[in-house]
Nanobody, 123 residues
Framework: EVQLVESGGGLVQAGGSLRLACAAS????????IGWIRQAPGKEREVVSS???????LIADSVRGRFTISTDNAKNTVYLQMNSLKAEDTAVYYC?????????????????WGQGTQVTVSS
């Protein structure tokens, strides 16, 4: 059974940092891209970043230079380091597994989703 469990969300002041973690299980970690997707109230889901050991990584323009995605393959875990947080980063952050190993910023390519973790940035 595919499982994705996020952790690390919380409340932080603008300019602060958080690190999200996504623990994956139930599939071969090296064979799939994992993405971080966020959804702010009243807005569409937005792919923030995507990573795959076989295809590299992508990051959205809106967070480039502030967010970094990485993996610990020994732990089957994907991280999202978020620095210089802004109020507009407030959202529920989900990690999700893509249909294959190719990294993608298309949210419809992600077939399995975690339960999400809330990130709130106070201004």
């Amino acid at each position: 059974e595919v499982q994705l469990v996020e952790s690390g969300g919380g409340l932080v002041q603008a300019g602060g940092s958080l690190r999200l973690a996504c623990a994956a299980s139930g599939f071969s970690f090296d064979d799939y891209a994992i993405g971080w997707i966020r959804q702010a109230p009243g807005k569409e889901r937005e792919v923030v970043s995507s990573i795959s050991s076989r295809d590299g990584n992508l990051i959205a323009d809106s967070v480039r230079g502030r967010f970094t995605i990485s993996t610990d393959n020994a732990k089957n875990t994907v991280y999202l380091q978020m620095n210089s947080l802004k109020a507009e980063d407030t959202a529920v952050y989900y990690c999700a597994r893509a249909r294959g190993y190719i990294v993608t910023m298309n949210k419809y390519e992600y077939l399995y989703w975690g339960q999400g973790t809330q990130v709130t940035v106070s201004s």
